[in-house]
């Protein structure tokens, strides 16, 4: 079994949010960057449960910068047996996508895994866009996935309950909560990660179909109001006029 | 009650992008591994005084055990900051899972790796290292702690053997070490250093019982009645007191990293605390007294930081010097040791429990300022240094 695990590079959840250059950059200064928690958590250690039982090798591949080879070793030492990494500097979803499209193509992996989103963008895009762009059926927000020689069986939430859905041959399929447990790096994991094969690949081209104008951030938390216990005609008033709650 | 482990870590000072990338990633991992595996149930071992043995096999698999030793020995090959970063997270969650972690990498599995035989290494570095055996080291004895070179512990040649008798004191790890290095006198009053295996007759590790500190940590003594040691478990390659000294420079190097994370951990929650606790109809940390408390924790902090960092960084290069390691395990001690008690006052009441980690650090330290060489003995060290006289005697 080949396995294609899409990772992204996403602010530590802590980072405090601010932008720069007119609120139209995302202000990187200061900001620890990790991989993006549902490629790590569930699509990668997911594949690792899949190859570890039914043998296999898992490729890692991520568009951007030199700087993201951080991540890249993260997820080789988790347990990933080499990596590409394309050389582009974009984060629109077409442009991403396209990219791994273009170089998954030509790989005969049977499964292309993604996190249901990111979690600074939370475009939830780029999964569909692969297999749109590879020709191969998609599947989104899995929760459970099981291969079974060559029919792939994935769980998904749905309103109130779940659907079961079977695929045959390659497809994508974008993860989240459920399909497994995180999985923290041990030091044979680091350390096999120094010599494991990280590609550098130029990027396509391809037009950047949209482009971020500005961030807004939401408005700030207003002060608290304490209103005395004996003064209810203000509260009801307030939930009334203000809070515009009753 | 397991507490839920909200830990940041302060970095003022972009301490980070000293860093290599592989040094953040083995930090952030052993940091994960504590959130997962000490933090819920630390604070239990520590009130019912037992050390969390579950542990060794995690420990290991994190690279807790001997990260700098050669990987054909079983080590992980790294340097001497990724170890001190290690001890650093360790000690974030408690003492003495670092007590454990550096008494095995530091003092016994650095005096095999350096003093012993090609067998001796073959024969316990890869066991150690996977934690399948665990060592303590046994230098302190109960009349001779500061001044170790008086020690009374001896061996008599006996042909292919010798014959081993004393007694050490304060021994980490003892109750449930499977060897203990052991440094002791021969005829001639010269200082050597044997591995003493567990099962070896008239050996016995009785555990100290009632400590207020480390009390996840195992303390013992070490007696040694008329042991038969065989001569190959003599360490060939050293001898006088520069043996155990040299492994006590590699502790406490790791030691002036580990308080780091206790200091880091008790500024996390006081800081936490301070924006939360509202007195007087405004959050404590909105208080100058408070806010000085904090202002002087997170300076400090950094500088010891920049302190260990550059020590790391002399030691990779071979150039350390024991005196400069004094200086460090005697600073950042000292520094983590105030900021508990600052930090203990900040929670009030609440800081009494085990509620906040911040009473256990604090009662940890006590420990850590003792051994490894008292506070007072670093400054003479120092002092020494600086002026060249001796004060010791
Ligand atoms: C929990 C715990 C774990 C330990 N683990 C180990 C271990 O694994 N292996 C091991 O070998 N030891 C271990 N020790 C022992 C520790 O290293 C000693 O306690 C320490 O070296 C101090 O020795 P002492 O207790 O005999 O104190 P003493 O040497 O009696 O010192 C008492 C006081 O006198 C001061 N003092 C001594 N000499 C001078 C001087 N010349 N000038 C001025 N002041 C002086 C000291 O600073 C101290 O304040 C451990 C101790 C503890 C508490």
Redesign the pocket.
Same mark, same amino acid.
């Given at each position: 079994m080949k396995i294609l695990v899409c990772i992204s590079k996403v602010p530590d959840t802590t980072t405090k949010i601010s932008f720069v250059d007119n609120d139209t950059k995302f202000n990187e200064d200061k900001v620890q960057f990790i991989v993006n928690p549902y490629d790590e958590w569930y699509a990668l250690v997911r594949a690792l449960e899949l190859t570890e039982k039914q043998g296999g090798t898992i490729t890692i591949i991520n568009v951007g910068p030199a700087d993201n080879d951080q991540i890249i070793r993260k997820a080789l030492a988790i347990g990933a047996n080499d990596s590409v990494r394309i050389d582009g500097n974009s984060n629109e979803s077409f442009y991403v996508a396209s990219q791994i499209a273009e170089y998954a193509k030509t790989q005969g992996y049977d499964i292309v895994m993604t996190g249901k989103e990111t979690i600074d963008y939370n475009g939830a895009e780029v999964g569909g866009m692969i297999a749109e762009l590879m020709g191969v059926p998609y599947v989104s927000h899995a929760s459970t996935l099981d291969v079974d020689g060559g029919k792939a069986t994935m769980k998904r939430n749905i309103e109130g309950g779940y659907e079961t859905v079977e695929v045959t041959g390659t497809f994508v399929v974008s993860c989240q909560k459920g399909m497994a447990e995180a999985r923290i790096p041990n030091m044979r994991g680091i350390m096999a990660a120094r010599t494991k094969p990280l590609t550098i690949v130029a990027p396509v081209n391809v037009a950047q179909l949209t482009s971020i104008k500005v961030f807004t951030l939401p408005p700030a938390k207003a002060a608290v109001k304490l209103i005395s216990p004996d003064n209810v005609a203000e509260l009801v008033n307030l939930l009334h006029t203000e809070a515009k709650v009753i | 009650m397991a507490r839920t482990d909200l830990f940041q870590a302060p970095d003022y000072y972009l301490v980070d992008d000293l860093l290599t990338d592989e040094q953040k990633l083995i930090r952030d991992s052993v940091r994960a591994w504590v959130k997962k595996e000490v933090s819920p149930i630390i604070e239990e071992a520590c009130q019912t005084a037992t050390f969390p043995k579950h542990l060794i096999k995690g420990l290991a698999s994190v690279g807790a055990f001997g990260p700098y030793i050669p990987t054909e020995y079983g080590g992980a090959g790294l340097d001497q900051i990724s170890y001190g970063l290690i001890m650093q997270e360790l000690e974030r969650g408690d003492s003495g899972i670092r %007590?454990t972690a550096s008494?095995q990498s530091s /003092?016994v599995m650095y005096p095999i790796f350096t003093y012993g035989s090609e067998e001796q290494k073959r024969k316990y570095l890869p066991k150690l290292a996977a934690g399948e055996m665990m060592g303590?080291?046994? /230098?302190?004895e109960p009349d001779?702690?500061? =001044?170790p070179n008086g020690m009374i512990t001896n061996f008599k040649d006996a042909g292919d053997h010798v014959i081993l008798n004393g007694a050490?004191m304060? +021994?980490? =790890?003892a109750p449930f070490a499977d060897i203990a290095v052991v440094w002791a006198k021969n005829e001639h009053g010269v200082i050597h250093g044997l591995v003493v295996e567990r099962g070896m007759e008239g050996f016995t590790t009785p555990e100290t019982h009632g400590?207020w500190? /480390?009390r996840a %940590?195992a303390?013992g003594e070490l007696v040694f009645d008329n042991v038969k040691v065989p001569k190959e478990n003599i360490f060939p390659n050293v001898k006088g007191l520069k043996g155990p000294l040299g492994c006590l420079n590699s502790a406490r190097y790791g030691i002036s990293w580990g308080v780091i994370g206790a200091a880091m951990d008790c500024y996390d929650a006081a800081l936490r605390y301070s924006k939360q606790r509202i007195q007087f109809g405004k959050p404590i940390g909105a208080f100058q007294l408070q806010q000085k408390k904090l202002a002087e924790m997170i300076t400090e902090i950094t500088k010891a930081q920049l302190l260990s960092w550059r020590l790391g960084v002399l030691k990779n290069e071979h150039r350390a010097t024991p005196q400069q390691i004094s200086m460090a395990k005697r600073n950042n001690v000292n520094m983590a040791l105030e900021i508990t008690r600052n930090a203990r006052q900040m929670l009030g009441g609440m800081g009494i429990t085990g509620e906040y980690p911040i009473m256990r650090h604090m009662m940890n330290l006590e420990?850590v300022v003792?051994?490894?060489?008292?506070?007072? +003995?670093h400054l003479?060290i120092t002092g020494m240094d600086v002026t060249g006289f001796n004060?010791?005697?």
């Open positions: - | %007590s008494v /003092l303590c080291f046994g /230098l302190t001779h702690g500061s =001044n050490k304060w +021994i980490s =790890n400590k500190s /480390l %940590s303390t420990s003792t051994y490894e060489g008292t506070h007072d +003995i003479l004060a010791f005697e």
